[in-house]
């Protein structure tokens, strides 16, 4: 590995390894922590990996070998991490299933990739039990509730599998640690599949040693994560980002974690009073509009709240460089070396609206990042004026995700920030950003056709975004190069551009643009029925109530679909073409959106238009819309 990397290696470990090393050293830290009905309960790094290998010796009762795979479908909580860690004591391969997915795309990520025991919730196993016949490999099936119970010997329930084990390891105490300690940095660790946005999913493998690599780098890199913090989990540990810079990385420092749900994750944020937080572009502008909408419950409010964040924005922009970085970082007091009455109105605001505000995510926050998608500059700066610093980063999964991010003390909004320690990065000819480093997968499972035509000749990953340098090494993303348009004119549009510019919009949730071998850009539309509900009721306007429908997000209760009479309001048109056109005037002439649909329900993951990480699926979105699209074209 060379002298020069050991110089930012932590330690060179393997997943199982690392796991022993905390239960050895910080046995008695807080490990995991989560709610149980009205109560938590949590468990300890010694009390966990005592667990871990009482299932690991009961998988090996099974018959599992080392290089086996095992997947692991259920939602984020305190269980997918002890599947994860059991399957890879017993020297397996743990390949990740998002519980979200079809039985079509779950039966064809465990066939390709061989697994032979999936650990799942109950209410997944109708899926496994209708797909079990195509699934030759499949062997066993362990349910994640410790007392399921099934007359099925193929179905263990996780009380089984580790009361079993646990009566293997009277039999032989060291079995497990004979099998961990067998494995090498460089044995396969985990199979990822792709998120699919634009085409059939890939299968992703990592090694320990990537991961090892990967994670290191994170707490060079970033060092929020000190022992005994508190980091708030509640994206899927399905994705990589979750995975490594969430729990990865948290594991390493000795981190506490605590779980959530989107639909819990505001009074989440005030239980367990995280000091970390990771999260996606998508929930940050959900938090920022919740906040915007709860201060508009009287005109007093709204005017203090707006005149706050009109502030807070001047005290940012007035502590940015010529480049637009930021200088903030921990214990940073935002007023130093600003004019008297700008420094006394932001103090004021502060005090009124911004500690408030904080105190709503705990009040104990230390650093925030952003990945798995751009975070708009102008965001960004809303967080920093509210004394709330996100650090966007970048990665994929071929990359255990972060491969460049923002640094504290030194913030560059609208820019996904320079290279994480240890990897190499270049801008080719054509505009891709491509990379190498100790991260990067070892290739697509299956598929060496695939994997040659992601790397160049020299060994550098072919990110397949299209990014542009800024300043000082930091890279801004334009788009995915599959998200360029080219019109029929030959004119390229990036889409994430026009996408950007309603982030911050009220009354519109999303805006999806068209243009590929077209005359001029389209968009579909996603109003936010919500903001709308509220506009209509205090104008007096009527609609067909009757067709509303909610459902969960976030901690709210939301509106996801409204009646065809709702969406062609000539009031709700009108809102729109404003929109549009304030979006327009940032444009060139080329640029700007045309025509428009308006849709009448909003895109999710399970309508299969949006991924796990609310990233949109361009192919799926135009598979689905075809004709609508096609309409506007006439």
Same mark, same amino acid.
């Given at each position: 590995?060379?002298?020069? !990397?050991? #110089?930012?290696?932590?330690?060179?470990?393997?997943?199982?390894?690392?796991?022993?090393?905390?239960?050895?050293?910080?046995?008695?830290?807080?490990?995991?922590?989560?709610?149980?009905?009205?109560?938590?309960?949590?468990?300890?790094?010694?009390?966990?990996?005592?667990?871990?290998?009482?299932? *690991?010796?009961?998988?090996?009762?099974?018959?599992?070998?080392?290089?086996?795979?095992?997947?692991?479908? +259920?939602?984020?909580?305190?269980?997918?991490?002890?599947?994860?860690?059991?399957?890879?004591?017993?020297?397996?391969? &743990?390949? @990740?299933?998002?519980?979200?997915? $079809?039985?079509?795309?779950?039966?064809?990520?465990?066939?390709? @990739?061989? &697994?032979?025991?999936?650990? !799942?919730?109950? /209410?997944?196993?109708?899926?496994?039990?209708?797909?079990?016949?195509?699934? &030759?490999?499949?062997?066993?099936?362990?349910? !994640?509730?410790?007392?399921?119970?099934?007359?099925?010997?193929?179905?263990?329930?996780?009380?089984?599998?580790?009361?079993?084990?646990?009566?293997?390891?009277?039999?032989?105490?060291?079995?497990? /640690?004979?099998?961990?300690?067998?494995?090498?940095?460089?044995?396969?660790?985990?199979?990822?599949?792709?998120?699919?946005?634009?085409?059939?999913?890939?299968?992703?493998?990592?090694?320990?040693?990537?991961?090892?690599?990967?994670? +290191?780098?994170?707490?060079?890199?970033?060092? /929020?994560?000190?022992?005994?913090?508190?980091?708030? $989990?509640?994206?899927?540990?399905?994705?990589?980002?979750?995975?490594?810079?969430?729990?990865?990385?948290?594991?390493?420092?000795?981190?506490?974690?605590?779980?959530?749900?989107?639909?819990?994750?505001?009074?989440?944020?005030?239980?367990?009073?995280?000091?970390?937080?990771?999260?996606?572009?998508?929930?940050?502008?959900?938090?920022?509009?919740?906040?915007?909408?709860?201060?508009?419950?009287?005109?007093?409010?709204?005017?203090?709240?707006?005149?706050?964040?009109?502030?807070?924005?001047?005290?940012?922009?007035?502590? @940015?460089?010529?480049?637009?970085?930021?200088?903030?970082?921990?214990? &940073?007091?935002?007023?130093?070396?600003?004019?008297?009455?700008?420094?006394?109105?932001?103090?004021?605001?502060?005090?009124?609206?911004?500690?408030?505000?904080?105190?709503?995510? %705990?009040?104990?926050?230390?650093?925030?990042? $952003? *990945?798995?998608?751009?975070?708009?500059?102008?965001? +960004?700066?809303?967080?920093?004026?509210?004394?709330?610093?996100?650090?966007?980063?970048?990665?994929?999964?071929?990359?255990?995700?972060?491969?460049?991010?923002?640094?504290?003390?030194?913030?560059?909004?609208?820019?996904?920030?320079?290279?994480?320690?240890?990897?190499?990065?270049?801008?080719?000819?054509? %505009?891709?950003?491509?990379?190498?480093?100790?991260?990067?997968?070892?290739?697509?499972?299956?598929?060496?056709?695939?994997?040659?035509?992601?790397?160049?000749?020299?060994? =550098?990953? #072919?990110?397949?975004?299209?990014?542009?340098?800024?300043?000082?090494?930091?890279?801004?993303?334009?788009?995915?190069?599959?998200?360029?348009?080219?019109?029929?004119?030959?004119?390229?549009?990036?889409? *994430?551009?026009?996408?950007?510019?309603?982030?911050?919009?009220?009354?519109?949730?999303?805006? =999806?643009?068209?243009?590929?071998?077209?005359?001029?850009?389209?968009?579909?539309?996603?109003?936010?029925?919500?903001?709308?509900?509220?506009?209509?009721?205090?104008?007096?306007?009527?609609?067909?109530? @009757?067709?509303?429908?909610?459902?969960?997000?976030?901690? *709210?209760?939301?509106?996801?679909?409204?009646?065809?009479?709702?969406?062609?309001?000539?009031?709700?048109?009108?809102?729109?073409?404003?929109?549009?056109?304030?979006?327009?005037?940032?444009?060139?002439?080329?640029?700007?959106?045309?025509?428009?649909?308006?849709?009448?329900?909003?895109?999710?993951?399970?309508?299969?238009?949006?991924?796990?990480?609310?990233?949109?699926?361009? #192919?799926?979105?135009?598979?689905?819309?075809?004709?609508?699209?096609?309409?506007?074209?006439?």
């Amino acid at each position: 590995m060379g002298e020069a !990397l050991n #110089k930012w290696y932590i330690e060179q470990l393997t997943a199982p390894a690392l796991m022993n090393r905390n239960a050895v050293r910080s046995g008695h830290w807080k490990f995991q922590w989560w709610r149980e009905g009205d109560l938590t309960r949590s468990i300890t790094y010694a009390e966990a990996w005592r667990m871990i290998k009482k299932l *690991a010796s009961g998988l090996m009762e099974t018959g599992f070998e080392k290089g086996d795979r095992a997947a692991v479908m +259920c939602h984020t909580c305190p269980e997918w991490v002890w599947a994860d860690y059991a399957i890879l004591s017993a020297g397996g391969v &743990t390949v @990740s299933v998002y519980p979200t997915l $079809s039985q079509a795309e779950m039966s064809f990520i465990l066939s390709a @990739s061989g &697994t032979k025991v999936i650990f !799942l919730q109950s /209410e997944n196993l109708p899926k496994i039990r209708e797909a079990w016949k195509s699934l &030759t490999s499949l062997e066993k099936v362990v349910v !994640l509730e410790e007392n399921f119970q099934s007359d099925d010997p193929r179905i263990l329930s996780l009380k089984d599998l580790r009361e079993r084990g646990s009566a293997a390891l009277v039999r032989d105490p060291l079995a497990v /640690e004979r099998r961990w300690r067998s494995v090498d940095l460089f044995d396969y660790m985990t199979i990822v599949y792709t998120s699919g946005t634009t085409g059939q999913p890939k299968g992703a493998v990592h090694t320990h040693f990537s991961f090892n690599s990967a994670v +290191c780098r994170d707490l060079k890199d970033a060092p /929020e994560y000190r022992e005994g913090d508190v980091l708030l $989990s509640f994206l899927p540990l399905s994705h990589t980002y979750e995975r490594e810079c969430g729990h990865g990385a948290a594991m390493m420092a000795a981190v506490t974690i605590a779980y959530s749900t989107p639909k819990t994750i505001v009074e989440d944020l005030q239980l367990f009073r995280p000091m970390i937080f990771m999260s996606v572009p998508r929930i940050y502008e959900r938090i920022y509009m919740a906040m915007r909408d709860l201060a508009a419950k009287s005109a007093l409010k709204k005017k203090i709240f707006d005149a706050a964040l009109r502030t807070g924005i001047q005290v940012v922009e007035a502590r @940015s460089d010529r480049h637009g970085f930021i200088d903030i970082r921990e214990g &940073t007091d935002l007023t130093e070396g600003l004019g008297r009455w700008l420094a006394f109105k932001y103090r004021l605001f502060d005090r009124l609206v911004f500690s408030k505000v904080r105190d709503r995510f %705990g009040g104990r926050f230390r650093g925030a990042f $952003s *990945a798995a998608g751009s975070l708009p500059a102008d965001l +960004c700066k809303v967080f920093l004026a509210m004394g709330i610093v996100v650090m966007e980063g970048y990665g994929l999964t071929e990359t255990w995700n972060t491969i460049t991010l923002n640094r504290q003390g030194k913030i560059l909004p609208g820019s996904v920030g320079s290279p994480a320690t240890g990897v190499e990065g270049r801008i080719a000819e054509d %505009g891709e950003w491509q990379v190498r480093g100790d991260n990067l997968f070892s290739g697509y499972w299956n598929n060496p056709e695939a994997t040659r035509e992601a790397f160049t000749e020299d060994g =550098f990953y #072919k990110t397949g975004d299209i990014v542009e340098h800024v300043a000082d090494g930091y890279v801004k993303i334009v788009d995915r190069k599959k998200g360029i348009m080219v019109l029929d004119t030959g004119k390229n549009v990036p889409s *994430a551009r026009i996408e950007s510019l309603f982030s911050l919009s009220k009354y519109i949730d999303l805006v =999806f643009p068209i243009g590929d071998d077209r005359k001029f850009v389209s968009a579909i539309v996603v109003p936010n029925f919500d903001a709308f509900i509220e506009l209509f009721r205090e104008k007096g306007i009527t609609f067909d109530q @009757s067709a509303l429908e909610y459902a969960e997000e976030g901690a *709210a209760r939301v509106c996801v679909r409204a009646g065809e009479d709702f969406v062609n309001r000539e009031e709700l048109r009108q809102v729109i073409d404003e929109e549009i056109a304030r979006a327009n005037r940032e444009l060139e002439e080329y640029e700007r959106i045309k025509k428009y649909l308006v849709l009448s329900r909003k895109m999710t993951e399970t309508t299969g238009e949006m991924t796990p990480t609310l990233k949109i699926k361009r #192919k799926a979105v135009l598979t689905n819309f075809k004709e609508e699209i096609n309409g506007l074209y006439k």
